[in-house]
């Protein structure tokens, strides 16, 4: 602008002579101080030619890159403000400033803004580290403060779950109990269980002074009252009744029971009832008062060594007996059993069985039925699974065993591998499990002619027999479900 008070010309005008020339050299040495890098001071001094050459040649260099700024660098010496003499003394960039104030301020504020910018990425930059690292630490401070609670709450859990465990498998457990205990039993693994006669005998205990009415209140649910008082009065046996305990059977009828707890002997008879055992004997006479306790035990014993026999439980038969002692009773019942056999000696050769298993099996059929029609279909299943030589899984050869014939044995108890325990061992027991009948006997030898291998009995003591185990439980399933 021709306003201005500093011109560039397109090329450097030449400098004017004069007073102002020593100014002017001043000044190009500064500009050369500021512009060359520095020398060392052992260099010689050059001539006044020489330095206004090189102050040329800069000024050129000047004007090059002024041009490729679009900045004029290039200045005379007459232009100099004379109110800033110092301008000459100014470096290369506070020139800039003084003379392009714009630039420079537009510079300064790009420079801070991309300084700003460049605070401002650091910071966000730092922001963000310090937001991944700060959730962490407070996740971290957070879990640790609640990680005992939470450990407390999973604990009250699980005590909360074992306890409702521990209250279900009681309740289960019981359930079952009660089930076993309401129910008949059913068959495992292949073997027969008791379905009717867990009922076959119950234990009746007289205490002393009871009344015939008091006995009459305690008797098994099978008795009439009515008709155990009438007999009783009818033939002054009121004042007869002994005290002790009296296994009574299932079978058994108000007058029988009658005579079995009184004293006083009717007709001098004893009544021996099927499946009775010798301990069952000894019981009932000495509570009659016809022996003492244990001496028909002791008699059966020394009355089977002496006549050669294997066992003495067995080879006795149940019927009713005049009585004199022991030993004539025993030998009487011992005769009436082989009187039996004499009769049937074809039948006894062809069932291809020793006398020792005819009385076994025999004895064991009354402890499974005292219907006489159900022992033939009976024997043939025992006969059956005895010749495949499978368990007969019977109940009653190990209540013999433990002397208990009303209560109900533990499942651990069956489980016991045991002489008497036919659900773990195959074969037939060691001895006889009470007094054979005449019906057994023939019952064994006059098996029926089926190939069952199962059998159970109802509520009502109806049998129903099954050829496999799968039906066996399909009979026991619709039997019981009734």
């Not at 037939?428 to 089926?450: D, H, N, R, W, Y």
Request: some cysteine; charged content about 30%.
């Amino acid at each position: 602008m021709s306003d201005n008070k500093f011109k560039v010309p397109a090329k450097s005008a030449p400098t004017k002579r004069g007073s102002s020339s020593k100014n002017n050299t001043q000044t190009e040495e500064k500009v050369k101080k500021t512009t060359t890098p520095k020398k060392s001071t052992s260099t010689p001094k050059k001539s006044e030619g020489e330095v206004k050459k090189k102050v040329n040649s800069t000024q050129e260099k000047k004007e090059i890159t002024s041009k490729k700024a679009k900045v004029n660098l290039v200045f005379d010496k007459q232009e100099l403000p004379k109110n800033n003499p110092s301008l000459a003394n100014m470096t290369r960039e506070e020139r800039l400033a003084y003379l392009n104030p714009k630039d420079v301020k537009k510079n300064v504020e790009k420079s801070k803004e991309e300084k700003g910018k460049e605070t401002r990425s650091e910071i966000t930059s730092l922001m963000e580290s310090v937001k991944k690292n700060t959730p962490k630490k407070e996740e971290n401070v957070q879990k640790e403060i609640t990680l005992p609670v939470k450990k407390e709450k999973s604990n009250t859990l699980i005590y909360l779950v074992i306890l409702l465990i521990i209250i279900l498998l009681i309740l289960t457990i019981a359930l079952l109990v009660k089930k076993r205990i309401n129910k008949p039993k059913q068959i495992e693994n292949g073997n027969i269980y008791l379905a009717t006669n867990e009922d076959l005998s119950v234990k009746l205990t007289i205490k002393s002074g009871m009344s015939a009415s008091q006995v009459a209140s305690i008797l098994p649910s099978f008795l009439q009252k009515d008709l155990f008082l009438t007999y009783v009065n009818q033939n002054n046996l009121a004042s007869s009744i002994r005290t002790g305990e009296y296994l009574i059977n299932s079978t058994f009828n108000e007058e029988e029971v009658a005579k079995l707890i009184t004293t006083k002997k009717v007709n001098d008879s004893v009544l021996i009832y099927p499946g009775y055992t010798l301990n069952d004997i000894d019981l009932a006479l000495s509570n009659r008062d016809l022996i003492k306790a244990g001496e028909f035990l002791k008699a059966a014993e020394s009355f089977s060594k002496a006549n050669g026999l294997s066992f003495s439980e067995g080879y006795f038969l149940s019927g009713e007996y005049k009585f004199i002692s022991s030993i004539d009773l025993l030998e009487e019942m011992n005769n009436a059993l082989f009187e039996i056999l004499k009769n049937y000696p074809e039948q006894v050769v062809n069932s291809g069985l020793s006398v020792n298993e005819i009385v076994k099996i025999a004895s064991i059929i009354n402890r499974e039925t005292q219907d006489n029609t159900q022992m033939s279909d009976i024997a043939a299943i025992i006969l059956n699974r005895y010749r495949q030589n499978m368990p007969l899984g019977i109940d009653a050869t190990t209540r013999y065993e433990l002397n208990n014939w009303s209560d109900v044995i533990s499942q651990s108890i069956y489980e016991k591998d045991t002489p008497y325990n036919t659900r773990r061992k195959a074969g037939l027991p060691p001895t006889g499990i009470g007094c054979p009948s005449e019906e057994a006997i023939l019952a064994v030898l006059f098996p029926s002619k089926i190939s069952d291998l199962y059998y159970l009995h109802d509520k009502e003591g109806k049998l129903y027999t099954s050829q496999s185990y799968e039906e066996h439980l399909k009979t026991y399933e619709k039997v019981h479900s009734l």
